[in-house]
C-alpha cells in the first residue's frame, strides 16, 4: 500500500474526523472519502449503524431498515480511506480551522478487533447476563456481545464497567460474580475452575472463610449481602460429589528447586503456583497431616477432614513433594540440600497464655493445643464446666468443640457483643448450642485446688471508657467487682503466634518486634537471599483467603527471583471498583431490574444434633436456594473476568488486561454527527414505563417488530406473551412540554409506521394513535397517514394523555381521554407504545464543551438558519439529530452537505492524505483448465460442531477440478489468507471457493485476497454453509452436512464457469451543470466553486434568485434580503461560475462523468453546447395562487407572501388593523395536491408575529389543521401563543366559507372543540397557499429522471440517497425535490454539491463489470429490456439494436431475465452458471 | 439518635394510633422523639385556603421552634407535612435561614437515617401472607418541587419497608390518587366517589388491607366503608392500617391490640385469620 502523508498548500490537512458512526456519520465519512480526503470516523459504542440499525422499517416506504443500511455499513468498515474507530471519544482538539490536533481516546474493548472473526463463541460461553442495549433493554444479552448480527466491524467486544466490590475486598480477588453467573447457568465445573482461578480451597473458604466480599456487596444497600460463601461452598458440594478425576501431574521444567516450610493453606498454594510453572517443590510439614490450621485448628463440625484431603490430594498430585512428619529445625540445612530457594510458611500455631497467676495450673489449655488435640483425636481430659476467654472465632471453636465432648461451658469476654470479633453466626450458633456468655468480664487469677489442678477463676467485670487504637472502647475493671466462680477448665483463647524455634539468629532471617518474619510486604524476600516467608508468620493471625493471597504473590515473587527478574511485581492497570449508590440501585428498581429480594437463610442442623456430634453444622444449599441466592447477584462489574471467553477463543482475541490508549491525529476539519438519545421516558412516570410491563417506549417496539429482534417479529405483551389486540401510542412523549419545548419532528410519523406494521404483521391489531398535532410535513408523509387512516384502519385520537392506569389482573392499561364528542372516556388497551422524543445525549453534550461549541438552550448544537451546518467554532460542522430532531433523509443530506462543508474549506489539501493501493499484475487465466481451491471454514464450532467439516472437505477434494482443498478453524482469520495466496501459488489455482458465513460480510475480503495473489476478483465463489446451514439446521447434523455438500457443490459447479470481469477506465469532465438559479442553485453552484470546479448555472428566468426575492425575514429574524444580495454577488464576481439567464436545455446526453446539454438562450438563434461531469436540478417551486376565498375577486384576500411583502414595505398599515384572519392547508393537503406544503405553518406564524410586533392590538387568527411547527419551530409557535395569536381549529371536511356581504368580509367556521360555528370580519384575509413544484415535465423527460405524482422530482432512495437521482451523475436538491425552509435547501444544496464532488474529484472512474451486455446480433429490438429497465438505461441505437451503456447499468439484471431473444447477458451471473447450479444441486449426487 | 416531633392536631386526637405506633416503633428503633415544644397548628385545611400570610406565619412559627431544637423534625401527618415543607421552601428561597434541620415525613426519616435496614432485623414475627396495597394520597410526596420526591407518581418507600416486615405489598396504579380528604365536609358526593374508587381497585388488585402514612387518607378511607357499602351495593370491610401499626406489630410491640381496637373496621379479624394476632373471633366486639 502506498500512502503519501504530506499537507496541502496553506498548511491545509487533508483528513477529517467525524464523529459518531450513526448513518449520518458513515454518510458524511463515505462522501469525503470518496473525493478524495482521509477520514478519521470515531464511534464511542463497539459498532457503526446508529439509531437506523436499531429501526425495523422505515417511514413512508416501509424499507427494512437494515437492509438498506446494511450495504453502507460494509462500505464504510472497507474503505481504504476511511479509518473507522470504535469504542473511541474525542478527549481533546487544539488547533485552528485547516489544521486541528485531535486527542482521541480509545477505550478498551477486551476484544482485538483484528483477530476476532466474529464466530460468537465467547458470547456462548459468556455467564454474565445484562439487559440487551441494542433491543431497548426488552430482552438480555451477554457481557461478551456483538451490538448487532450485522454489525460493522463484525467483532465482538466485553462489556465491563469496572471491578465488583465483592472482588476487590476480596484479598485473593476471588471473580465471585463470575462464579455466581456460572451457578446461575447450573455450569458448576466451570464455576469450580473460576473460583480455582485465585484460590486453591474452594471447599474449605466456602465454609469457613470470612467472606469479606459479603461485606462489600452492593446488594446490601438494597435489601441484604448475598451469601457468597455458601454459593461457593455449593459448587465444590456438587462437584465434589462425584467422582474425582485424578489430576495430571506436571513435569518438572525448571532446573532450580524450592522447598516450602509448612503444608498450610499459604505453603500449599505457593507449591501449586510453582509447580504449575515447572519447578519441583518440596513441602516440609511437621505434623503427621497436610492442610496447617485448616486440618488442626478448625473443628470438624465446621470443616470437615475430606474437605481438606481434597483440596490438598489436588495440590500434591500436581507433583508436589510433600514430606510430613518433617520439621525443619534449622534453616541452614534446607539450603545444604540443594534448594535454591525457601518460603517460610509455618503458620501460627502457637496460642498465648496470658500472665496471669495460676495460669500454668493443670487444666488451663490454650487454644490451638486443645484444638489440635481434638481434632487429632487425642481429647484432653475435661471436667464438667469449662470457661472460655476470648471471643474470637477460635474461642467460639474452643467452646463449641468443649460442648460436644459434654461439658458445660462459659464464655468471658472482658469487652461487650459489639466488640466482639466472632462471626456473628457462629455467637448465634454457640449459643443455641448452650454456650453462656459473660461480657466484659475478664479473669485475673486461676484459682487451684490444692492439687495444683484449676478450681475456680477470679474475675472482674469491665466497663468501656474511650476508644483504643484498635477503635474499639477500651474495656476498664471496675473496681469493687471482683468475684470467683468455680470451673474445671480455663481455654485461652486470646490470640495465635507463630513458632520460630528453627530460625536462630545465625541465619540471618531477620524478625519483627512482634515476633514475626521481618520481609518486603510487596516481593515477601526476608532478609536473607533466596527466603521468603508469607502467610500468618509474617502478619500473624490472619484468615485462609488471605494465606493464599500471600502464597500466590510469594510464589510469584520466589518465580521471579529465580529467574533473575526484579522482584517487585510489575504494575497492572486498576479497573475502578463498582460501588453503586443506592440511587442507582433504585433507579435498577425503578426500571423494573432488581426486586427486593431478601438473602436464602442456609439450613443448619438441629440443636440437638449437634451437641452429640462433630458432624458439619451447615447443611449448604439445594439447588433451588442456590439458584434463588445467586439470581440476587446484581452483576456489579458486568464482566467478571471469569475467562471463559478466553479459554474458548480459538483466535486467542481475548485480552483482559486491555488498558485506555490516547492518540493523536492531524486533520483539517470536524464533523460532528453523534445523534441522538430517545427521552427516558421512565421519567414521565405517570405512563408507568419499566412498571407497567406493557408499556413499551418506540424504539422497543420498534425492535419487538424487527425480524432481528427478541421475539423474531412476533408482537408479543411482555407479560403474558399474548398477541395484542388493541394498542395505544402516545405522541409527544418528552416533546413539546415544559421539559422539552420543542417537537421531536419524526415521532408522528414513526407512529404511524409503528402502527400499519403491526397490523401488518397481526391483522387483528387494532393500533390507536393518540396525538396534538400529526405533523406529517416530509414528502410522502401525508399520503402516508392517508394511508394509514383509510387502508389500514389505524385509529388517531386528538387528545393528550395525562396518565395510564394498569389493571393488575390482567395487565391490561386504562386511558381516559376526550372522544370526537367531547366526553370523557375511558377505554382499556393491551399494550401502550410511548412515542418518545429526540434528545441530545448526554457524551454529546461533553463533546461540545470539549470542543468548545456552542449548544442552543435545549442542549443540541447550534447554528444559524443561513449556515445550518456550521458550528460556533470554525472548521466544525455538525450534521444529524445533534443539529436538531430530524428524519434519516434530512440526517443524510445533513451529512453529505456537512462533508461538502468540510471538504470545501479544504479542497487545496485534497489527495495529499489518500491512500492508493497498488496490486500486482493480474495472471492471465485465459486457455487455462479450471484449477480449483476449496477452503472450507469450520467458524470455530459453529459450523465444526454441526457439519462434518473433514468430511466436506475430503467431499470438495473429490469434484471435479478441484486441485487443492483444505480445512480452517477461520477462513476469514488474517493467517488464512496468508495460506489462500500461497495456494494459489503453490497449486496455480484460478479458482478459489470458500465454504463458510455469508458473502454479504466476508465476500469482499476474500476477493480481494485473490486480488493480492494475482488473481481476478470474479474468480470467486462462496458457499454459506453457516448462517443458511450450520445455524438453521443445529439440531440435524447429518442433513445438515449433506446441505452443507448440496451448497458447495453448487459453488464449485459454478466456479468453474466464472470469467475475469474487467473494468473500464472513463475520464471525467471536471465541470459542473446546475439547474435553477434560486436559493439551491445559487447554492450548490457556489459550493462547487469553492471546491475548484467549473460549474454552468443555468436559469430559466431574467434575474438570479427564485422565491428568495419574495421573502423578507425568517422565522427568527433573520434579515433574508441582505443574505440573498451577498449569495447573487458571490455568484456573479466568481470566475468559475458561468450563469446563463433565460435559458432552456432542450438537449441532454451522455452518462456520469461525459454529459452534454444544450441550451437555448432567450432570442438568441445559437444553442450552446455544454459538456460536463455531473448535473444539479434545483428548479425549485411556487406559491399558488389559488382560486376559493374570494382571492383576486377581493383585495382584502392576500397570500402569505403578499402579506410578508406589504408588512416589510409598508403596504400593509397595521394601525389600521383591527382582525386578520389567516386559513392555513388552502390548495395543500386535499385532493388535488395531497401533500403538506410544510413552509406554511411557519410563515403564518413569522407573519402573525410581525402584525403583533407592529401593533399588539390586531387580533390575529389562524385557522389551522395541524400546526405542523416541526423541530425548533415549536418555541415560535409557543411564542405567537404568548403574543395573543388565536389558533383555531378546523376540519377538511367542513372548510371555513368566505363572503363579503355589506362591504365587510365574513369568515365562518366550525370550530370542532366547542362543537359549534363561529364567525369572524377580518380586515385581511389571509391564505396559506401550497408550494407548487415548477413545470419541470419537460425537463424531467429531457434528463430522464422520474418525477412524484405531485411533480417533485423523485431522488434514488427515499432514506438514504435523498439527493442523488437513481441515475448516476445526477442530483437533485431544494424544493424541486420537495417543499422546505431555507435552512433545509441550504443543507441540500451543499448537500449535493458534496455527492458531486465524489465524481468530480476523479480523474476517471470505473465502469462495467457486473453488467448487462447485449449480443445486438441476437436482438430483435422489442422493447422489453428498455420498459423493464428501473434506470431508463437502454436504448435502441440507430442499427435498431439495443444498447446498454456500461457506465449506467447497475448490474441487476432484470432486462436479461426478460429479454425474449436471449441476447442480454449478465456478466458473472450468465444463463450458463445459473443452469450448472440448478444442475449440481438438482442431480442428487451429493 | 433524636429527632423533633410534630404530631399536629390529628396525632393527638383521631389517629392516636398513628401516633403512638410511630412512638412506639420510634422507640424500638432506639430513637428519642422530642415533641416540639409550644408547637401551633399547621395551618392545613382552612387557613392556607383563606389568608396566605397567616399560613405561611403558622408553619414558619413551627419551623423557627424546630430551629432553636436543631435536630430534624419528623411530621407523621401528611397534611402538616406539606404545610411545614411547603413554607420551608418558601423561605429559604429568602436565603439566610437556618437549614440545620430538616423537615421530613416519618418514610423519609426511616430511609435517609439507614434505620430501614435496621428495622429488618427487629422482626419478630414477619407478617406473611398479608396482602395490601400502599396508598400515599396526595400530600405525602406531591407537588415534588415542594417534597422533592423523586418518584412522584408511584412512590416505593412504604411498600419496600412493608416488605421488610414480610408482607405483600401489591403494585397498583393509584398510590397517589385523591381520596377527597379535603372534601370531607363540603362535597360528600365527590369524597364517596373518589374513596369508592379506591376500594374498587385496592381489591382488583388483590389486596385484603390498605396501608397509610396520613390521618387525613387514613380517616377518611376508614370511616366511610359502611355508608359506601350501602350505596354501592358492594361490601367493603377493609382494614385500613398506619404502616407504623404494621411495623409495631412485625416487631412484636404489645400495644398493636390496643391501636388496631380504634379503626372502624376492625383489623384483628384479617390478622387472625393469618395468624397475626391471636385467635379469637372478633366478629363484634
Redesign the interface.
Known sequence: MKKIEQQGDNGKVGAVLVVGGGVGGMQAALDLANSGFKVYLTEEGTAIGGRMAQLDKTFPTNDCAMCIISPKLVETGRHLNIELMTDTEVAKVEGKAGDFTVTLRHKPRYIDVAKCTGCTECAQVCPVIIPNRFDGGIATQRAAYKLYPQAVPNAYAIEKKGIAPCRHACPSGQRAQGYIALIRENRYEDALRVIKEDNPFPGICGRICNHRCENACNR?LL??ALDIRALKRFVTDIVYAKPRRPVQAITPTQTTRVAIVGAGPCGLTAAQDLVRVGYPVTVFEALPVAGGMLRVGVPEYRLPKEIIEREVADIVDLGVDLRLNSPVTNLDDVFKQGYDAVLIAVGAHEGIRPPIPGADLDGVLINTVFLRDVRLNRPPELGDRVVVIGSGDVAMDCARTAVRLGKEVHVHYRRSLNEATADPLEIEHAQAEGVTFHYLSNPVEILADGKNRVAGIRLVRMELGEPDESGRRRPMPVVGSEHVIPCDNVIFSVGQRAGLGFIPESVGVGLTREATIAVNPNTFAATRAGVFAAGDVTKGTAFVIEAVDSGHKAAASIHRYLQGEDLEPPLRPQLPVITLTKEEI?ER??HGEVH?TPRVRMQARTVEERKRSFDEVNLGFTDEEAQAEAARCLACGVCSECLSCYYICGMKAIDHDMVERLEEVKVGSIILSPGFEVYDAVLS??Y?LG?YPNVLNALQFERVLSASGPTMGHIERPSDGKTPRKIAFLQCVGSRDSKHPYCSSVCCMYATKEAIIAKEHEREIEPTIFFIDMRAYGKGFDAYFERARGEHGVRYVRCMIS???????TKHLQITYVDESGEITEETFDMVVLSVGMTPSRSARELAKKLSVDLNPYGFAKTDSFTPLATSRSGIYVCGAFQGPKDIPETVAQASGAAGAASAMLSEARGTMVAVKEYPEQRDVSGEVPRIGVFVCRCGSNIGGVVDVPGLREYAASLPDVVYAEENLYTCSQDTQVKIRKAIEEYRLNRVVVASCSPRTHEPLFQETIREAGLNRYLFEMANIRDQCSWVHMSQKEDATLKARGLLRMSIANARLVRPLEKQSKGVVRRALVIGGGLSGMTAATGLAKQGFEVFLVEKQGELGGNLRHLYTTVDGKDVRKFLQELREQVLDDARIKVFLNADITNFSGYVGNFKTTLTVGSEAAAYELEHGVTIVATGGDELKPREYLYGEDRRVLTQLELEKGLATGGINTSELREVVMVQCVGSRNEERPYCSRVCCAEAVKNALSIKALNPKTRVIILYRDMRMYGFLEEHYARARHAGVRFVRYEETRKPQVSAANGALELAAYNPVLRESVSFHPDLLVLSTATVPADTVQLAATLKVPRTTDGFFLEAHMKLRPVDFASEGIYLCGMAHSPKLIDESLSQASAAVSRACTILSRETIQVGGVVSVVDQEKCAACLSCVRVCPYNVPTINAEGAAEIEVAKCQGCGLCASECPAKAITLQHFTDEQIIARCEAISDGRY | MKASYYPGCALHGTALEYDESARAVARLLDVELVELPDWNCCGASSAHATDEVLALNLAVRNLTIAGTQGMDLIVPCAACYSRLKAAERKISGDGGRDNSFRVLNPLEFLFLSGLS?RL?ELVKRPLTGLKVVCYYGCLLVRPPDVTGA?????P?EMD?LI??MGAEP?????KTDCCGGSLVLTRTDIVMRLTGKLFEKAI???AEAIVVACPLCQSNLDSRQEEISRESGNHYELPIFYFTELIGLAMGHRDADKWFRRHFVDPRKLLASKGLVRGRSYEKD
Not at chain 2, 423523586?150 to 408511584?154: A, D, M
Open positions: 446490601a435489601d441484604q433504585n428498581v425503578v427486593v412516570q405517570e408507568g412498571l396518565r395510564v392506569v394498569e389493571d393488575p389482573r | 435496614v429488618q423523586k418518584q412522584y407518581e408511584h416505593e419496600r416488605q421488610l401489591i403494585p397498583w396504579s393509584y382488583e388488585a388483590g
